[in-house]
């Protein structure tokens, strides 16, 4: 049975560098035999989480807001394997990475005990400089509170503009990773 892979993708640029990371990895674990669905945020209509502790009275939608949420939850639940995808922003997560992800709570909300379902996660991160250390605290502390399992990161730094990455190493090290998640493993 081939492994199920979600990606997040909150870059706000289809064909940018957090992109073309994402395109790599996704190629490794094509290849190596997963599924993976691939969600470009940007272009979704994703509310902002209300905070209002009224989800998860209905399986099918567990949020009450009805957007585009919709099409990630279903894909959310069968997931093996979440990616979250990003360029860094004020040294964290893009906007719309973190608008979808707080929205995941619904799906706790499922749970008589707030759980998250257990999953791996996968960062995928981007950016103009190299100041990830904040970025990856915070992806580590959350994956603990969450309870998932990292299989692995690749930050790509000193990429600002469309297409820098090309011929970046983080390239194939993402290409690596998906082949690696695939069967198991992390890098």
């Known amino acids: 049975m081939s492994r199920k ?58 949020c009450v807001q009805r957007d585009d949420m919709e099409k990630i939850y279903p894909a959310y639940r069968e997931a093996d394997v979440v990616v979250l995808a990003t360029p860094l922003y004020y040294w964290n997560f893009s906007g719309q990475l973190r608008t979808a992800f707080d929205r995941l709570f ?8 707030y759980a998250n379902p257990k999953k791996e996660s996968v960062l995928l991160m981007a950016a103009e400089g190299y100041g990830f250390d904040d970025a990856l605290t915070y992806y580590q502390n959350l994956m603990k509170h969450l309870g998932w399992t990292e299989r692995g990161h690749v930050l790509a730094g000193g990429v600002m503009k469309v297409g820098d990455i090309k011929g970046h190493k983080e390239l194939n090290e993402a290409y690596e990773l998906g082949k690696a998640v695939a069967k198991g493993n992390g890098l």
Do not use: Q, W, Y
């Open 5 to 62: 892979i979600v990606v997040l993708n909150g870059s706000p640029r289809a064909k940018g560098n957090t992109s073309a990371l994402v395109e790599e990895f996704a190629k490794g674990a094509r290849e190596a035999g997963c599924e993976v669905e691939i969600f470009f945020l940007d272009k979704m209509n994703i509310h902002g989480c209300k905070g209002c502790f009224g989800g998860g009275k209905n399986f099918e939608h567990p």
């Open 106 to 113: 619904a799906v706790a909300e499922c749970d008589p005990n």
